[in-house]
């Protein structure tokens, strides 16, 4: 639901009369729930109202009638986490749903993986008010669920739990983590989140032949997680949520809703009600504008909002006049007493047209509200919002790419349309906007690695024997076992975890061209552009937002030896475009924690990479995008070793994927590593290392 509309409405059970309005005096009344000392923190966005199904532990203060206790939720943990400090018990002033809603049912945006087809309605607060489907669909679904959590399954990789035998996961951050965050934890609650969505999302795969129900990954996700306390930011407030920036992407409500961005899972407006006698007014937080309501979007600094409610099943049909009440009360108010609102835009992605893209735009303040009759001829609440001056660009960035690649307007210090000229699906643009510069030093541009005639490879190994396509699940697929017995991607090609080493399909397998294990051989399939820095030369960007996991180009170059690496003149000091796997890379974390499925760990998810053969790799002559990406000691860009049979032999490749959200028109940068120890002149490092300009707050001040 956007701006308030309902999903797949659902008439509720005859004893509960959806027909009452609240006035005003009654949504003040509510009584707020205030847990205790030795109690967990609520759960903000999306508590499991009634009872609570197989795999999903109740959670303060939403829990089954008749229980005394919550769950302890801050015993210690192994995982790794940011220090920091801790939270006060987080308030929470809504009143629960009717029983029997299970919101991880219910659909919500599905970006690219598959949804339940079955959906619920919703209060105009962002909670669920009635059950799935009818009692017969009901009873299907708790069946099959059923069925699959009866399931044992091991060594494969394909059951969301081992009923406990797994490795317990319980978070180790602070309550002040939790309840208030910073940059290093949003990124680390947005790359937990994502990386135990993904693996949901492979599990699911795998089962989808099996059976027809197929979960909500994100819901599934964010429920875990929130249970768990892998979250911040819970402390409700007005204006700048600590730790997210603007300009700031996310793919799914539930990772706004981890952040403490925008707390309904559901609904597009979020508003909180203070206790205090000068505070009962309810006041706005936050707002998503993605289309649910006939919205006027297109000024990048004023946003004609729609009210919520009125609307049936059909989120674009309005039924009933809307009233003044919870969200569009609260933005009555909020013009009143003039407080910042969070605002949140939905936009269409353009790398994949059904996904949706939400964009944080920012901090806007209500200046007008007034009432239209709708299409429908139905009374609607408008809200005029502007956005408060100041403040870096975020929307209008993609209303700028928009009209570049609708023709509306010309690219800004274009050089040139396409260096590549015509050999990368995409054309890669040369954009300079710093001084004069208007050629790149020379080079061939080539997009695929190449080996010399004297560099001796691996024989073949066995193809797979899929004459379509390789498909999750099937373990007959040779190259689904290479992998650990578990596809690499999702179904719309998102890395699900790093690798030791990862297997793609290759010439010698049967299986079709667009079989979906082999992501890293089809080439750019982002908008990129190579761009002159102010400080670090030729850089490289997209124009299409990336999301986490997605491939974005090969390192391409001329494979050489080691000897002819310590030459000078051909891959020594002055050659800049050096990619080495021999170097030293400072590790770090992004596949999903086995725990929060319970999960036992396996060398699967080991991300230290297992190599066959060193590999170097000079663009420096031969190269294609990737001899652009710069270095930096906090890149969003990680390196994956990729093996497939090419000419008849298997060849080592290196692909780029993203570490998180990357917004559009940000700088894509990995970690150059530096050399082992064993090439180093002296005590003061490698011998060829480099001044850093990387700008982070963990700059290790050289590299190479």
């Known amino acids: 639901m956007e701006g308030g509309s309902s999903h797949n409405f659902i008439p509720p059970s005859a004893g509960f009369d959806k027909s009452r309005v609240l006035d005003v005096k009654p949504l003040r009344s509510l009584m707020p729930v205030f847990p205790g000392a030795s109690q967990a923190p609520p759960f903000p966005c999306m508590p499991p109202f009634g009872q609570t ?25 192994p995982m790794r986490t940011p220090t920091g400090p801790m939270p006060a018990p987080i308030r929470s002033y809504r009143a629960p749903a009717p029983s029997g809603a299970l919101p991880h049912d219910f659909p919500e945006e599905s970006n690219g993986e598959r949804g339940s087809s079955m959906g619920g309605a919703e209060d105009d607060d962002g909670y669920f008010d009635a059950h799935l489907g009818s009692s017969s669909s009901r009873k299907k679904t708790t069946k099959a669920s059923s069925s699959r959590k009866k399931k044992k399954k091991s060594g494969d990789g394909d059951s969301l739990t081992n009923n406990g035998s797994g490795v317990n996961f319980v978070s180790v951050m602070s309550p002040f983590q939790v309840e208030d965050g910073n940059r290093e934890l949003v990124n680390y609650v947005l790359v937990n989140f994502d990386a135990l969505r993904r693996r949901i999302c492979q599990i699911e795969d795998a089962k989808e032949s099996k059976n027809g129900i197929i979960k909500r990954a994100d819901l599934k996700a964010g429920n875990i997680l929130m249970t768990k306390k892998v979250r911040t930011n819970m402390r409700r407030r007005i204006g700048v949520v600590p730790g997210v920036e603007i300009g700031d992407v996310f793919y799914f409500r539930m990772e706004m809703c981890a952040v403490g961005l925008h707390a309904p899972s559901m609904a597009g407006i979020d508003y909180m009600t203070g206790k205090g006698d000068a505070e009962k007014d309810p006041v706005a937080l936050s707002i998503v504008s993605s289309g649910g309501y006939d919205d006027d979007t297109e000024d990048s600094d004023v946003l004609i909002y729609s009210g919520q409610g009125g609307n049936n099943n059909n989120k674009d049909k309005q039924v009933a006049d809307q009233k003044l009440e919870r969200g569009n009360l609260a933005l009555e108010r909020s013009l009143n007493h003039g407080n910042e609102v969070r605002v949140i835009r939905g936009v269409r992605d353009e790398v994949n047209s059904t996904t949706k893209v939400y964009v944080y735009d920012g901090l806007y303040k209500v200046h007008e509200s007034w009432t239209e009759r709708g299409k429908s001829g139905c009374n609607i609440f ?64 080539f997009p695929k690695l190449k080996y010399s005639k004297s560099f001796t490879l691996m024989p073949p190994s066995f193809g797979c024997n899929c004459h379509n396509a390789c498909l999750p699940g099937d373990m007959n697929c040779s190259c689904i076992q290479k992998n650990g017995g578990s596809f690499p991607y999702t179904g719309n090609g998102i890395l699900v975890s790093r690798k030791q080493l990862l297997h793609e399909c290759g010439p010698t397998c049967p299986c079709s061209p667009n079989c979906k294990n082999r992501v890293s051989q089809t080439g750019v399939k982002l908008r990129l552009e190579v761009f002159k820095t102010k400080d670090r030369g030729w850089g490289l960007r997209s124009w299409d937002s990336i999301r986490a996991g997605s491939f974005i180009c090969e390192y391409a ?83 994956q070793p990729v093996l497939y049979e090419h000419n008849n032999q298997s060849s080592l490749h290196i692909a780029f994927f993203a570490i998180r959200h990357i917004p559009p028109m940000t700088e894509l940068t990995y970690d150059y590593g530096n050399s082992s120890s064993s090439e180093a002149d002296n005590d003061n490092g490698p011998h060829w290392k480099n001044k850093c300009l990387c700008g982070s707050s963990k700059c290790r001040g050289y590299f190479g």
């Open 53 to 77: 199904p197989n795999g999903y532990s109740p959670f303060y203060p939403f829990q089954p009638q008749g229980s005394q206790t919550s769950p302890n939720l801050n015993s210690p943990s």
């Open 382 to 445: 408008k809200y005029k919002l502007v956005r408060v001056p100041g403040q870096p660009g975020a929307f209008a960035v993609w209303q700028t790419i928009r009209k570049w690649k609708d023709g509306f307007s010309s690219r800004a210090g274009l050089v040139l349309q396409d260096l590549t000229s015509g050999t990368e699906p995409i054309p890669v643009s040369l954009v300079n906007e710093v001084d004069n510069e208007k050629a790149l030093g020379s080079f061939t541009y």
């Open 557 to 639: 170059g001329e494979v050489i030896d080691e000897v002819k690496l310590k030459q000078k003149g051909h891959a020594g000091e002055d050659d800049e475009y050096i990619f080495d796997t021999g170097r030293n890379y400072d590790s770090f974390k992004w596949n999903y924690e086995p725990g929060l499925l319970e999960e036992e760990t396996s060398n699967d998810i080991n991300e230290d990479y297992n190599i066959p053969y060193r590999l170097i790799i000079s663009a420096k002559n031969v190269g294609n995008v990737s001899r652009f990406i710069n270095h930096s000691c906090s890149p969003n860009v990680f390196w």
